[in-house]
């Protein structure tokens, strides 16, 4: 029930274009933070182009 919330005031702060990219993957509460994880949305027209090859990000620190 707690995460749900998280993930309602996660999609509220981000701005709306970045949930168009992207899917909220974690969010992750501290006494003074809140981390939000974001995982990118694959492009349906290059999933299915062979020369396409995702290198994906950085993992998280």
Sequence with gaps: MKND?????ASLVLPAQILDYFLISRVEQTSQKI???LD???NPELSDDVHFESKGFMGSM
Excluded: D, G, R
């Design 5 to 9: 919330y998280l993930n309602m005031l």
């Design 35 to 37: 981390h939000i994880s």
């Design 40 to 42: 990118e949305k694959m």
